[in-house]
T-cell receptor, first 112, second 110 residues
């Protein structure tokens, strides 16, 4: 158990819908990262927050957004969902940006 | 742009048959190289961080080494429970993210 929690574990929804994925980092970690993992692309970095502020953006679509709250939990919002958005979404946390990242169990999103 | 290439893509070993996985990387100012283990449908599990060429780290049957261009994950006398996908990732100077390779899927046959 990494200490990072993610909810829900599974999410099934339809195209065009909007969903919210939630992540709670390890106790004491200030950085939260979101990754997308699909079969053909591997793990792709989406976005990072550090102590409530956006720190870095990767291959994140404009339809996706995230935020980190004062209690340090984070939410990833996915809107106007498409079939291609079906993937595993992982949250990771670290003490700071140069430390090893610890991953949560992931949310499996299926868009029908 | 940081790049990570892992080889082989898949590896089948008999129980007890030692081998090595390779991770070649291109990064501007290596800040750290990370090895993770991932079981199907689960989140990556952190194994090692290496910071500079010549560094080595060990954990049970696994040993990670680092040169200026690549890292190796040596698996000694593997057991079936070592079967998983092993991921390599790097972070460079001025970067806040991990760049992952596509992984090596290891199968250890009893």
């Amino acid at each position: 158990d990494s200490g990072v929690t993610q909810t829900p574990k599974h999410l099934i929804t339809a195209t065009g819908q909007r969903v919210t994925l939630r992540c709670s980092p390890r106790s004491g970690d200030l950085s939260v990262y979101w990754y997308q993992q699909s079969l053909d692309q591997g793990l792709q970095f989406l976005i990072q927050y550090y102590n409530g502020e956006e720190r870095a953006k990767g291959n994140i679509l404009e339809r996706f957004s995230a935020q980190q709250f004062p209690d340090l939990h984070s939410e990833l919002n996915l809107s106007s969902l498409e079939l291609g958005d079906s993937a595993l979404y992982f949250c990771a946390s670290s003490a700071d940006y140069y430390n090893e990242q610890f991953f949560g169990p992931g949310t499996r999103l299926t868009v029908l | 742009e940081d790049q990570v290439t892992q080889s082989p893509e898949a590896l089948r070993l008999q129980e007890g048959e030692s081998s090595s996985l390779n991770c070649s990387y291109t990064v501007s100012g290596l800040r750290g190289l990370f090895w993770y283990r991932q079981d199907p449908g689960k989140g990556p599990e952190f194994l090692f961080t290496l910071y500079s060429a010549g560094e080595e780290k060990e954990k049970e049957r696994l040993k990670a080494t680092l040169t200026k261009k690549e890292s190796f994950l040596h698996i000694t006398a593997p057991k079936p429970e070592d079967s998983a996908t092993y991921l390599c990732a790097v972070t460079g100077a001025g970067s806040y993210q991990l760049t992952f390779g596509k992984g090596t899927k290891l199968s250890v046959i009893p």
